[in-house]
């Protein structure tokens, strides 16, 4: 009996033991992390759409006036309105500019291509306060340069440039995120087969007809999926609505998200329900996204006879095109750049002259090392950043483990939950989070404990992305090696699974570090005078009025991001990354 016993007993001291293996444990923990991560913030600012305000001393009731108030309100309409236009009128004009000059670059002989693409990634290190600031001094209708210039050649009071517009912020919004759109249009044109449209100009089709009727049909489910993904970007900016849409009265679902949390009380209620509005928004492009990525298969021109990638011929029209790329370049990042130099080196603000020639000083840069918690602030963006880009690209590279070399029930989903915060713009996650936060007893609202919660939540799918990436170029029969010549599954994950993914690894972590040190939306509702980071201070420059000293701070800012880019490339060159 009692043998029969112990037999009973070993199964289940078998399965414990198991199931306490430090690989269990481990894959178990970064489960739960991704969860609590991706999804519990979420169910906490639904909840909240869904209850009495926050503030109110009666306890939460269930009820559906906030959505009441919204879906029954004609600003509410208006809203929607404004937020589509702009997001849709922004995408079109990064589609259209990124297109072109991908095209330029790729298809044709047009000159200077490696200083264009290698220029590219410079607007994507600007934080976006400061590109906004760099065009409102551009294209102001009181101040702005470009209206100065053409008043006093055309001798008139009109204003040609206004960005305090719908059209002007949708001219802002895409010219700044047009090198996106030509990095993924690029990798398009890069991996089409050129002998449909060689075939066609020597049929006697003009260059025009062959791009109209050829080249952008092959790649029509990347300028889809590419407007998309734009789309979905351009909806969930902050930074171009709260500083340009506010003023002039245009509101859109984010910056309408920040004021409801601005006043007091804070109507959190209403926020969120805006926020769940604008998290279906963003959802929906990013299915329509998937949809066309899983389509793209009927428009593949390059297969197993292989092809040779030629460019076409411009003549003499490739001096043209090369004139577009400098002018390109000009606007989206000479000209910005250099008017928060001058607006840097001025006691108070003056259009660029002779005569404010005499006022160049370098005492804004002085204050801004004076500034009250900018030590701090550099200190905190600095710890985050580091602690987000290890952070996450360890959790990811286990999820991507778990996903592409296990058999686990619900990988596929665990790697959709990781994906998640793909669809959520900055400002929701910092809503969700916030909620979250002040509703569980856990005490680190305030603190940059839930500002490293957040960036972890909104860069997952970065790490994501990178990971898969390198893993899937990662035969299994290494780490069934290890582990057949004994090796335990953490020491072969390691010793073998990390420094085979360290070039993606790296990759990932850099672009993190970067997009963590100009992340505004996600921090605006979360920080707190002990937990202030650079962007922040940003913020507060701009709202006080210090216009001078935000650009000091912002030429520091992007002259350090762009160094580190430099950098970044050279160590990523030698532990073969590539292009980070």
Not at 84 to 92: N, Q
Not at 264 to 282: N, R, W
Not at 315 to 330: K, M, N, T
Not at 361 to 370: E, H, I, R, T
Request: net charge positive; aromatic share 12%; proline share 5%.
């Amino acid at each position: 009996m009692a043998a029969i016993d112990q037999r009973a007993v070993e199964p289940g001291r078998a399965r414990s033991r198991v199931w306490l293996d430090p690989k269990h444990l481990i894959i178990g923990a970064a489960v739960v992390v991704v969860a609590w991560l991706a999804l519990v913030p979420l169910v906490f600012l639904l909840w909240q759409s869904f209850t009495t305000p926050l503030a109110a001393n009666a306890p939460a009731e269930i009820t559906l006036m906030n959505y009441a108030r919204v879906y029954g309100s004609a600003q509410s309409f208006r809203l929607f309105g404004n937020s589509l236009a702009f997001a849709g009128g922004a995408s079109l004009i990064s589609l259209f500019i990124g297109t072109a000059l991908a095209w330029m670059n790729e298809r044709t002989d047009t000159p200077f291509k490696s200083l264009i693409y290698a220029l590219s990634i410079v607007p994507l290190i600007i934080p976006g306060i400061l590109f906004v600031t760099a065009w409102i001094m551009l294209a102001s209708p009181k101040i702005g340069i470009i209206n100065l210039v053409l008043q006093q050649a055309f001798g008139t009071d009109a204003v040609f440039f206004d960005v305090y517009t719908l059209p002007g912020m949708m001219w802002v919004d895409g010219i700044q995120h047009a090198p996106i759109a030509f990095l993924l249009m690029s990798a398009a044109f890069r991996s089409m087969d050129p002998s449909l449209e060689e075939s066609a100009l020597m049929s006697g089709a003009s260059v025009a007809q062959v791009v109209r009727r050829i080249t952008l049909k092959l790649v029509w489910p990347a300028v889809a999926a590419s407007f998309l993904i734009l789309f979905v970007r351009s909806i969930e900016s902050f930074e171009n609505p709260a500083l340009l849409g506010l003023p002039a009265g245009i509101e859109v679902f984010t910056s309408s998200i920040y004021q409801a949390i601005q006043v007091y009380p804070s109507d959190v209620g209403l926020a969120s329900t805006y926020a769940v509005t604008l998290l279906a928004i963003t959802s929906f492009g990013i299915l329509w996204q998937s949809r066309f990525t899983r389509q793209s298969a009927r428009y593949a021109t390059v297969t197993g006879r292989g092809f040779r990638p030629r460019v076409m011929a411009l003549g003499a029209w490739r001096y043209l095109a090369g004139g577009v790329f400098v002018a390109y370049a000009l606007v989206v990042i000479g000209l910005p750049f250099l008017v928060l130099l001058w607006s840097s080196l001025q006691r108070f603000y003056a259009v660029p002259s002779f005569a404010a020639l005499r006022n160049v000083s370098f005492d804004n840069y002085a204050a801004v090392l004076a500034y009250p918690n900018i030590a701090t602030a550099i200190l905190n963006s600095i710890v985050l950043a580091l602690l987000t880009a290890t952070l996450v690209m360890l959790l990811s590279a286990i999820v991507a483990w778990i996903v592409l070399r296990t058999k686990f029930p619900g990988r596929r989903l665990l790697d959709n939950i990781a994906s998640l915060p793909l669809a959520i713009p900055g400002i929701v996650v910092g809503l969700a989070v916030m909620i979250c936060y002040l509703t569980l007893p856990v005490g680190i609202y305030g603190t940059i404990w839930i500002l490293l919660l957040a960036y972890m939540t909104r860069f997952l799918p970065y790490g994501m992305r990178f990971s898969n990436a390198s893993l899937l170029q990662v035969h299994k029969e290494l780490e069934e090696s290890a582990l057949l010549s004994g090796g335990s599954w953490t020491t072969t994950f390691r010793r073998i699974v990390l420094p085979l993914l360290k070039p993606g690894l790296i990759a990932g972590w850099l672009t993190i570090v970067i997009v963590s040190l100009r992340e505004l939306s996600s921090s605006i509702l979360l920080y707190s005078p002990d937990s202030q980071v650079v962007s922040i201070v940003l913020w507060e420059l701009w709202q006080n009025g210090q216009y001078v000293q935000l650009s000091a701070l912002g030429v520091m800012m992007i002259v350090v991001l762009f160094v580190f880019v430099l950098v970044t490339q050279f160590i990523g060159r030698r532990f073969g990354v590539g292009d980070v």
